[in-house]
């Protein structure tokens, strides 16, 4: 009995090498659930931001903000967040156009996507040029320059992402089947993440 | 639903109409009332989300 159980064990143990084999999800893909969970923990990055920003806002309760004689550009950041949501809608455009096979209109949604990122981050670069104050002014200057700041770094990592992205659309790399479009999809998640987010500062940071 | 780019893009939209929303109030009242209505409309997206999330698993 014993011996037949050692068996049975050797063969078992003689079936598999290596690690387990991962356990596949029907309703999404790992690197879709890779970029979700990455996702979540810069909700909780920027969460931390926003807990800074409404402290300082609420708690510390200044007689105004921003503080005297301190003025945001309202409406140039207006005209960039226009910018930054119309991406959303290029990047769509580019994945849509690709489960058609229209790989056409996918390079022409992905360049137009980074050329509107771009023109997001040189906008907002050049707000923090002319913009009167620095990350040294006061509390309200250092929220100000994390919050814009952490959000623009976002913007510069997506830019790298969409470049991978439409290098490998020029060449010819993505296909209408949902699997082979991944390398496009995953960043355009990504994209549209880093566009609520800028939603989200604009809202709280210019107008409220 | 597949959790997809599509249903990552329809929050964007949904995002972007909320704080449509909060921005005009702000700007036709006061900053007070901008914030409370955000208030309300991020509790009723959380409510939606977890609800989506639940129909969905």
């Known amino acids: 009995m014993e011996s037949a159980t050692v068996a049975v064990e050797h063969g078992h143990a003689e079936e598999h090498h290596g690690p387990p084999e991962a356990n596949k999800s029907s309703r999404i893909d790992k690197q879709t659930l890779g970029i979700l969970l990455f996702i979540v923990s810069e909700v909780m990055l920027f969460g931390a931001f926003f807990a800074s920003y409404f402290f300082l806002r609420v708690v510390v309760d200044p007689p105004a903000w921003p503080p005297h004689p301190y003025e ?136 409220l | 639903m597949r959790i997809s780019e599509e249903a990552v893009f329809r929050w964007v939209v949904i995002v972007g109409i909320a704080a449509g929303s909060v921005i005009a109030l702000t700007l036709l009242t006061q900053p007070l009332f901008g914030a409370l209505w955000g208030l309300v409309l991020v509790c009723a997206g959380v409510a939606h989300g977890y609800r989506w999330l639940k129909s969905n698993s």
Do not use: C
């Open chain 1, 72 to 207: 945001l550009p309202v409406a140039v950041a207006g005209v960039n967040t226009a910018i930054l949501v119309s991406s959303s809608f290029t990047i769509h455009y580019a994945l849509e156009s690709i489960r058609r096979g229209n790989r056409n209109g996918l390079k022409l949604g992905l360049i137009l996507t980074w050329m509107l990122g771009l023109t997001f981050l040189f906008i907002q670069l050049n707000e923090y040029v002319h913009i009167g104050f620095s990350a040294r002014d006061l509390a309200f200057g250092s929220i100000f320059y994390g919050l814009t700041g952490l959000h623009g770094a976002h913007v510069f990592v997506g830019l790298i992402l969409l470049s991978f992205a439409t290098i490998r659309a020029m060449r010819g790399h993505f296909g209408p089947n949902a699997e082979d479009h991944l390398g496009v999809e995953v960043p355009g998640i990504y994209w549209h993440f880093v566009d609520v987010m800028w939603i989200v500062v604009y809202t709280a940071v210019y107008i």
